[in-house]
């Protein structure tokens, strides 16, 4: 089946109107898009109060786009030959999206900010409370603010007016998705965790405050629950999952962790939360990846680290990948142990502000310090993950051999090492060619429904087979969480599973 | 067929999230609307902000207003046991509007008020103008600021809060509601004078700026061109027009004049302007009835005037059913002669402010003055009217003689004395049994529609059905509308078709 387009952009001619041709001019062009094959076209307000001007501007002949409605059509635009979407995943701590034109489907740009909210609290939890105490409106408006500004950065840097945006495709985990669209998070967070709404939603960039074409349609991913948001719905939809005959594993590692297993018949998931550590927040040094942050560690031939920076030579952090490729290395030349404590005789380790560090650099402008406990940080974080993976597995009878494809998303999707991710047991040992990196597969999905209308009945296909496990529950999630503290695992057996 | 509504008050109760359901609030709310047979159920972003809410201070158990949409349902309100509507028909001169129970159907007021834009220019075709010439913000914003004062009145006086008010049904002729709807009007007033749009139009009182529920559906009568708005489909709907077998005759006459006739097959429509005397600004001294106006006259025994006063003893002003009465007493008793000049000799009449006049009232306070050339203005207008008449009849290759029944709507409608009328010439002298006074029609059309939506279609019938004609174009309607400018008419053969 070919993509069906959310929008169309095409261009009326009409007949001038004379003595014996009074139609109205929304008449006119109705009738006009009628003989094209477009029946029936909705005429919003905004669109009638600039018709007359654009019609006569334009010679009757005017460029227009079409969105394709539940029922027809809606005349979304006129006298705009070119109109562009926005695919948006709004993370706890990042904000990330793409500017498409939607003509061609080319993909303009990708961007990546910080997400606001993380300015009044880190943890999602936090914020929940912070808004069930009188500041839900502050935590939406910084929100929001964050998107636009992030919107308004990749339209002015691909120089696409935001007028000309007129769709969003937005997911989010549930409460960062109520947050965007102002709905009460008051239940979120407490016993039995009812959110205010499923979705999915179509709204309009005015309804929700987006600065882009004020009629634009905004579609809001719907989440299954307070623990299954729109972005692993979305996720599952880069992936493909429900045309799968045999079950796929996927995995979405950010703050926190989702997990899956499905194919075209059913799907279970499962979620929880590792800590910041596989995003870029777990030491000092952390950084999202840009110009001068470390984005690989390697050993080299005579066992000396050497760091590949980006866009420089002087580093000035360390992203997710970088940490990972670190800590392997570290790991491989005996400079942390298998609980990940330092060898104060090791080269590079010293004291650093009272604490014990692993030491970045040359000493000179751009040193970096590792610290000892930021080590134990990330070890917490790729406990928690693998412990996540394993359960969930083994929950359904299954072992990691049985999978045939496992869909690695989030901040793992991006660039990482395989090597380093598996040495450090972060992920288990599976020959590498089944490992599909996905990069960020919540933006991927957005981006993917921005093309393809009809995707929208597959989110909600999605949605319908999803089975959700309770994963804590699980009477040994706390030895294999406890046994990943240490490198690789203090039952390396585990990783083959 | 039982009327459909536009809008239903319900009670619905719901289950109370458990750790075994933790469906969200909007699933929950629409399984139950579901297994109440309203599906599908739409949710509009407002109402999810406010559900979680207000379904936990109800106790799970909460007042909703359903909306039927073109497919399915909308869920418009929440936590209101009753609501509202409002029908308005916005003249050229005034504005006219009442308030409905949506539950019982009762009719709780009806009020009018100026129309504000008479404060730029009392005649449309000026409006049109000032619109063209960078004023059309200012003339919107003036009638929808006096829509809104309306509104404001009869919910206040009701005891009805403006926020109750879900359903807003509004007609007007196709200049008005194109200011209403801050459409482009600067192509109707130049030939081939082509509106921005024909409708008819739904929109919310958000979009309009109309200050009750913002969630309010607004639906805007279609028209049929420049010359045929809304205010008269309304009318004819008002009427029944479509369900008639029998062609019946209608007139709206205000300060423009419509004329139709029509039946179920077929209707023919003609418009005019006659002027502002058959409102109430022939005279200074007219005045919209109300509290002192003289809203009838009649000759006592020994043939003096007696007049009848809204409310009281002295009189302020004289409406247009007062004016017809007066003029026909004036002619009867020989004070003016049939080309409506006063009698310089008979009581009441005397020179004031070098005009030669004739005295209302006793001379003491209250005393109104009546001039000669406002009765001069006052018989154009009747002329016109009847000229009118006369011409779109006989154009059928009717006379009044063929037609059954004639509805008489506007300004016309309201309470006069048809004698007065018919002695004057201002209507055929046809068995007064084939009168029907409808008063503002247009109004009781839009009230009509407030109580069932299934007129929708009848709208949109009548508009299929009009066929409308250049009523000015008729080669003798200069001579017919001379004769009329004597009282009854220099050939009074043709009152009675």
Redesign the interface.
């Known amino acids: 089946m070919s993509p069906e387009p959310w929008v169309r952009t095409l261009s009326v001619s009409v007949p001038v109107?004379?003595?014996s041709?009074?139609?109205?001019?929304?008449?006119?062009v109705r009738d006009s898009l009628s003989r094209m094959g477009f029946d029936p076209v909705e005429?919003p307000?905004p669109i009638?109060?600039?018709?007359?001007?654009a019609l006569r501007q334009s010679g009757f002949s005017l460029p227009v786009a079409l969105t394709t409605a539940?029922?027809g059509y809606v005349l979304s635009e006129i006298g705009k030959p070119e109109v562009y979407g926005i695919a948006i995943d709004i993370g706890s701590s990042n904000i990330e999206c793409s500017l498409i034109a939607m003509d061609s489907g080319r993909k303009l740009m990708t961007s990546k900010g910080q997400n606001p909210q993380v300015s009044c609290a880190t943890d999602v939890l936090g914020r929940a409370q912070h808004a069930m105490t009188g500041q839900a409106e502050k935590l939406s408006d910084l929100l929001i603010q964050g998107v636009n500004d992030l919107i308004g950065h990749v339209c002015r840097e691909s120089g696409v007016a935001t007028d000309d945006v007129l769709l969003v495709m937005l997911c989010g985990n549930t409460l960062m998705t109520h947050f965007f669209?102002?709905?009460?998070v008051?239940?979120i967070p407490v016993?039995?965790?009812?959110?205010?709404?499923?979705g999915p939603?179509f709204?309009t960039a005015a309804?929700?405050g987006l600065a882009v074409n004020h009629a634009a349609t905004v579609y809001v991913f719907p989440?299954v629950?307070?623990y299954v948001g729109g972005d692993v719905i979305s996720g599952l939809l880069c992936a493909d999952i429900t045309s799968m005959e045999q079950p796929i594993l996927f995995i979405d590692a950010g703050t926190n962790v989702e997990v899956a297993i499905g194919c075209r018949e059913w799907i279970m998931l499962g979620a929880g939360a590792a800590g910041p550590a596989l995003e870029d927040g777990v030491a000092e040094i952390g950084r999202q990846a840009s110009s001068g942050t470390i984005c690989g560690v390697r050993q080299g031939s005579s066992g000396e680290l050497i760091y590949d920076i980006k866009d420089g030579t002087t580093p000035s952090g360390i992203c997710a990948s970088g940490m990972i490729d670190l800590i392997a290395a570290l790991f491989a030349g005996g400079i942390i142990n298998r609980a990940g404590k330092l060898d104060e005789a090791a080269e590079g380790v010293s004291w650093h502000d009272g604490e014990i560090c692993y030491r970045i650099g040359s000493g000179e402008d751009g040193t970096l310090y590792l610290r000892e406990r930021e080590i134990s940080s990330f070890l917490r974080s790729k406990a928690a993950l693998f412990a996540f993976l394993y359960i969930f597995v083994r929950s359904l009878g299954l072992s990691f051999r049985d999978i045939p494809k496992m869909y690695v998303a989030g901040a793992l999707g991006c660039g990482i090492n395989l090597e380093s991710a598996v040495s450090i047991g972060m992920l288990p040992d599976l020959p590498r060619e089944k490992f599909v990196p996905l990069g960020n597969a919540a933006l991927c999905g957005a981006e993917k429904l921005l093309l393809d209308r009809s995707l929208a009945e597959t989110i909600s296909g999605i949605c319908e087979k999803i089975t959700y496990r309770e994963m804590s529950e699980e009477r040994d999630f706390l030895q294999i969480l406890q046994g990943g503290l240490f490198l690789p695992h203090t039952e390396p057996d585990i990783l083959n599973g």
Do not use: C, I
Request: aromatic content about 2%; charged content about 25%; overall charge positive.
């Open positions: 109107p004379t003595s041709d009074k139609r109205s001019d929304a008449v006119r005429f307000l009638l109060r600039k018709l007359p001007g539940q029922h669209l102002r709905l009460d008051s239940n016993r039995p965790h009812v959110p205010a709404a499923t939603l709204t309804e929700v989440n629950g307070s």
